[in-house]
């Protein structure tokens, strides 16, 4: 399966220099002061998310009913399934980091608090990002990194830390039981991913909540909570083919480890998500040691 990246609409041919790291794709979009409107492709299976960083001066925003401005040293984070609107202030541009949506849904507990630009960012942490983009885009826009799908889960991993940096405050201290619930749930699930019978009943009743109530609690985007069950074991199966150097584990095992009955199923699922297959992962790793 192809990722289908955002398309840019509206917009008048924008020089564009692209990276492509795996699943993602880094692209700094020097487009003057035009109008740039973006929606997920259409044979997007699942459609995912844009960071965008303003680069030498301010960039105004629309998505839905939400619309601000992001400046240097910010970011703004937007859904693909939906059509944004940015519009540079300056002509410099910007920089679009696009993810798949499993990189992050299944990673953050309450990803739709960080849509838009709503609450203060921490701009060291941007900073951070921004510049390693940056170094990226530049060392590998004419050929691929080795290893790329590992080092796009390093990616996804800072770009969930810089989002977890954001200052919530009063905004969001109605909110605050909920993530916390949240947080513990995922803290359960990657405690138990070994255990081939978890189920969002198990989860629920070890959490002392209701079933009906689990699953309210993941409606806000479409990681259901089988489907985060899964990507979790998917991502745990990614770090320990990573981190087996000498290579002393077969792949099912790796795959009954993270509570896989089936090996051809793991495969399967396992090469659907990260565009490569597992044993490719494992010997992509012991090339490079």
């Known amino acids: 399966m192809t990722m289908a990246f ?3 609409l509206d917009a008048v041919s ?3 220099t ?6 993602l794709r880094i692209e700094r979009l020097r487009a003057g002061r035009e109008r740039i409107s973006v929606r997920a492709a259409p044979d997007a299976l699942s459609p995912g998310y844009d960071l965008v960083f303003p680069c030498g001066g301010p960039i105004h925003f629309r998505q839905g009913d939400r619309d601000g401005t992001a400046r240097p040293g910010e970011y703004v984070l937007f859904e693909c399934r939906r059509l944004y609107e940015i519009q540079p202030q300056g002509a410099d541009g910007l920089l679009r980091l696009s993810l798949p949506g499993a990189d992050l849904e299944s990673r953050y507990p309450s990803l739709e608090e960080c849509l838009t630009h709503r609450f203060d960012q921490n701009t060291q942490m941007a900073g951070l990002l921004y510049g390693v983009l940056e170094m990226l885009t530049a060392t590998f826009a004419d050929a ?5 799908e590992a080092l796009a ?9 810089v989002l977890g940096s954001e200052e919530r405050g009063d905004m969001a201290a109605g909110r605050s039981s909920r993530y916390r619930l949240k947080s513990r749930i995922i803290e359960f699930i990657d405690s138990n991913l070994d255990d081939i019978d978890l189920s969002p009943r198990k989860i629920a009743s070890a959490n002392r909540i209701s079933l009906s109530y689990l699953y309210n609690l993941f409606c806000d985007n479409d990681m259901t909570v089988s489907r985060l069950i899964q990507a979790r074991r998917l991502q745990k199966a990614y770090e320990i083919l990573l981190s087996d150097t000498r290579g002393a584990m077969l792949v099912s095992e790796v795959a009954y480890q993270v509570g896989f009955k089936n090996p051809s199923h793991f495969s399967r699922i ?8 597992p044993r490719y992962v494992r ?3 012991l090339s490079s040691v």
């Not at 889960?153 to 830390?161: C, G, N």
Request: with cysteine.
């Open 6 to 8: 955002p398309v840019l």
């Open 14 to 16: 924008p020089d564009a």
């Open 18 to 23: 692209r990276c492509d790291i795996g699943r």
């Open 144 to 148: 691929p990194p080795p290893n790329p």
């Open 153 to 161: 889960t390093e990616i996804a991993s800072l770009v969930v830390l």
């Open 270 to 277: 396992f090469s659907q998500r990260y565009q490569v297959a």
């Open 283 to 285: 010997e992509q790793r």
